[in-house]
C-alpha cells in the first residue's frame, strides 16, 4: 500500500475527508468572526491546511489530533509558529480552556454529536463555533424551519444561534465525500432565551417529553398536564392536540416551558427532574457495552 492510500485509510478510520483549498479556507476564516484576540481550538487538524490559515488571523491556535503521525507532522510542520499549539489528544478527553474561545474545525463526522455536546455543555462555553458537518446532520441541530425540532435543536437554541453559513463543493475535499457537507455556525447568544436558573429544569422538561415514549405529546405529559391545560396550550401556542414532540417549533416549546415553569406544583416539577441525566447515564452504559461487544468481535476476527 502507498503512503497516499495508507492516509486515505487514516481519513477514513476517523470519518474525515480533508479540505484541499487554502484559498477556501482563507475566505472563511476572513469572513468568519475571528480577530487577533482569538483563541481558537481546531478538532482533527489533518494536515494543516486550516491550522496554517487560522495562525494568520488569531492569536493562538490549539490543535488537537488523535492521529499520532499527523500530529508528529503538523508538530514538525509548525515548529517555527510561534501562535500554533498541536497536541496529540483525543478531543472528547481533552480539557477545554478557562479562558475564552472560539472553535473552527472540520470535525470527523463519526462523532459530531459528540463534539457538539462536549462543546456546547462546557462549563466554559465558547463564544462562537464553526463546524465542517453533514448536511443531514446539521439539519438536526438547526430544527425548523430547516428541518423537525429533535431533542438536539431544542436543548442548543435557548443558549445558541444556529446557522449555516457556506455550502461546500464535494470535489472541496480528499477524499472526495459522498454527502454534502456545510459550515455550521454556533454563536452564543448574548442573552440566553431561557434564564440561567431555570436552564437544568428546561434542559429536564425537553429530555423528559422526548422520552416517555408515547404516540403524542399529550399522552407523554398526562402526569405533567391535565388534560384541560394542554388542550389550552394547544390552543394558545397555535399547535395540533395529536401533535408528536418534533411537530412542535422552538417557540411553542419554549412557551409551553414556561407554562410549566410557572403553572405546574413542585410535586408534578419533581417527576421530571434528573431526566438529562438519567438519559446521558443510560447512552453511557449502552456505549460500554458496545464497546465491549466491538472489541469482542475484533479478537474473534483477528484470531
Given at each position: 500500500?502507498?503512503?497516499?492510500?495508507?492516509?486515505?485509510?487514516k481519513s477514513v478510520i476517523y470519518s474525515q475527508n480533508f479540505t484541499v483549498n487554502p484559498l477556501l479556507v482563507a475566505n472563511l476564516i476572513k469572513h468568519s468572526s475571528f480577530s487577533k484576540e482569538d483563541v481558537v481550538y481546531?478538532?482533527?487538524?489533518?494536515?494543516?491546511?486550516?491550522?496554517?490559515?487560522?495562525?494568520?488571523?488569531?492569536?493562538?491556535?490549539?490543535?488537537?489530533?488523535?492521529?499520532?503521525?499527523?500530529?508528529?507532522?503538523?508538530?514538525?510542520?509548525?515548529?517555527?509558529?510561534?501562535?500554533?499549539?498541536?497536541?496529540?489528544?483525543?478531543?472528547?478527553?481533552?480539557?477545554?480552556?478557562?479562558?475564552?474561545?472560539?472553535?473552527?474545525?472540520?470535525?470527523?463526522?463519526?462523532?459530531?454529536?459528540?463534539?457538539?455536546?462536549?462543546?456546547?455543555?462546557?462549563?466554559?462555553?465558547?463564544?462562537?463555533?464553526?463546524?465542517?458537518?453533514?448536511?443531514?446532520?446539521?439539519?438536526?441541530?438547526?430544527?425548523?424551519?430547516?428541518?423537525?425540532?429533535?431533542?438536539?435543536?431544542?436543548?442548543?437554541?435557548?443558549?445558541?444561534?444556529?446557522?449555516?453559513?457556506?455550502?461546500?463543493?464535494?470535489?472541496?475535499?480528499?477524499?472526495?465525500?459522498?454527502?454534502?457537507?456545510?459550515?455550521?455556525?454556533?454563536?452564543?447568544?448574548?442573552?440566553?432565551?431561557?434564564?440561567?436558573?431555570?436552564?437544568?429544569?428546561?434542559?429536564?422538561?425537553?429530555?423528559?417529553?422526548?422520552?416517555?415514549?408515547?404516540?403524542?405529546?399529550?399522552?407523554?405529559?398526562?402526569?405533567?398536564?391535565?388534560?384541560?391545560?394542554?388542550?389550552?396550550?394547544?390552543?394558545?401556542?397555535?399547535?395540533?392536540?395529536?401533535?408528536?414532540?418534533?411537530?412542535?417549533?422552538?417557540?411553542?416549546?419554549?412557551?409551553?416551558?414556561?407554562?410549566?415553569?410557572?403553572?405546574?406544583?413542585?410535586?408534578?416539577?419533581?417527576?421530571?427532574?434528573?431526566?438529562?441525566?438519567?438519559?446521558?447515564?443510560?447512552?453511557?452504559?449502552?456505549?460500554?457495552?458496545?464497546?465491549?461487544?466491538?472489541?469482542?468481535?475484533?479478537?474473534?476476527?483477528?484470531?
Open positions: 500500500m502507498d503512503r497516499h492510500s495508507q492516509n486515505l485509510r481546531e478538532v482533527g487538524p489533518g494536515t494543516g491546511i486550516i491550522t496554517a490559515e487560522l495562525a494568520k488571523r488569531c492569536k493562538k491556535v490549539v490543535a488537537i489530533e488523535i492521529d499520532k503521525n499527523l500530529a508528529k507532522k503538523l508538530q514538525t510542520k509548525f515548529i517555527n509558529v510561534p501562535n500554533i499549539e498541536v497536541h496529540e489528544r483525543d478531543f472528547l478527553l481533552y480539557p477545554l480552556t478557562e479562558q475564552k474561545y472560539k472553535v473552527f474545525s472540520n470535525i470527523p463526522f463519526n462523532i459530531t454529536v459528540a463534539i457538539v455536546k462536549k462543546l456546547t455543555e462546557a462549563k466554559n462555553l465558547p463564544t462562537d463555533i464553526f463546524l465542517f458537518v453533514q448536511h443531514d446532520a446539521a439539519k438536526k441541530f438547526l430544527g425548523a424551519p430547516n428541518a423537525k425540532e429533535t431533542q438536539l435543536s431544542l436543548l442548543l437554541m435557548p443558549i445558541f444561534e444556529l446557522s449555516i453559513t457556506h455550502q461546500f463543493k464535494r470535489n472541496d475535499f480528499r477524499p472526495i465525500p459522498n454527502v454534502d457537507i456545510v459550515l455550521l455556525r454556533i454563536k452564543k447568544r448574548e442573552k440566553p432565551m431561557v434564564e440561567q436558573q431555570n436552564e437544568k429544569l428546561y434542559r429536564d422538561f425537553i429530555v423528559y417529553s422526548f422520552n416517555t415514549w408515547k404516540p403524542t405529546l399529550k399522552e407523554g405529559l398526562k402526569k405533567i398536564f391535565t388534560d384541560h391545560q394542554f388542550l389550552r396550550l394547544a390552543k394558545d401556542f397555535d399547535f395540533s392536540s395529536s401533535a408528536k414532540p418534533t411537530d412542535l417549533n422552538f417557540s411553542q416549546w419554549l412557551g409551553l416551558f414556561n407554562f410549566f415553569n410557572k403553572g405546574v406544583d413542585i410535586g408534578k416539577k419533581s417527576l421530571i427532574k434528573g431526566s438529562e441525566d438519567k438519559l446521558k447515564n443510560q447512552q453511557a452504559n449502552l456505549a460500554k457495552i458496545h464497546r465491549t461487544r466491538v472489541a469482542k468481535d475484533w479478537r474473534i476476527v483477528s484470531e
